[in-house]
């Protein structure tokens, strides 16, 4: 299980105003820290304070990001962007792997980012400020690249109508999505509730990808009007 990030931030901050910085250090530095000043605080933290935390003025910080909305703009691709990675998707594909394999590295590599404290923080957070579209962006995204990539090769997998004949609908997307929601929730059960949760959480994803294909073909067979290989 992924642990929340020590309090660092305020000694390197300290320590880097002895130097100085190259610019793009110091924005993906201001970056780093609002990310774990956001998921700590809450959208409402404000600017001045994450200044203050970082031991820099906050017209400093506005130098490099010119709004509160730029800067929230910068965790979102730092949190929920940029952390996909393109070779899950490759081996995803990889149709020479049992499709079991493929799903269990996929979403073992994707739990790795997902249930960590500042992404389960900000997930949760973002979706209670009013205002922020951040999870809708999050969601759309997870459904025409995540949702569509598992259903392909599910239906592949099991000799069923391709996409570009039958259309992904909704009942296989809120299929996929109760696999995904049930690996995020290790993590709010840890960082929101404050429940103990397994330690090494690959087992727990294993079994929960071994209970989701034992019954999606059948189910998807039913949905697409044909029969499982």
Known sequence: MTRKPARHARA???GNRRRRLAPDER???IAQAAVHFFAEQGFEGQT????????IAQPLLYRY?????ALIERVYREVFVDPWRDEWFVALADRRRPLKERLIYFYREYARTAVGYERVRLFILA???GGLDLNARFFKMLREHVFVAVVREVREANGLPPLDRVPMSETEAELVWMLHAAIFYIGIRHWIYGLPVPENIDPVIEAMIVTFL??????MATLTGAQPA
Request: net charge positive.
């Open 127 to 129: 979706g209670l400020k």
């Open 27 to 29: 924005e993906r530095l």
């Open 12 to 14: 390197r901050s300290q």
């Open 65 to 69: 990001f010119p709004s509160k909305h």
């Open 214 to 219: 034992e019954g999606i073909p059948k189910e």
């Open 48 to 55: 001045r304070e994450l200044a203050r935390r970082l031991g």
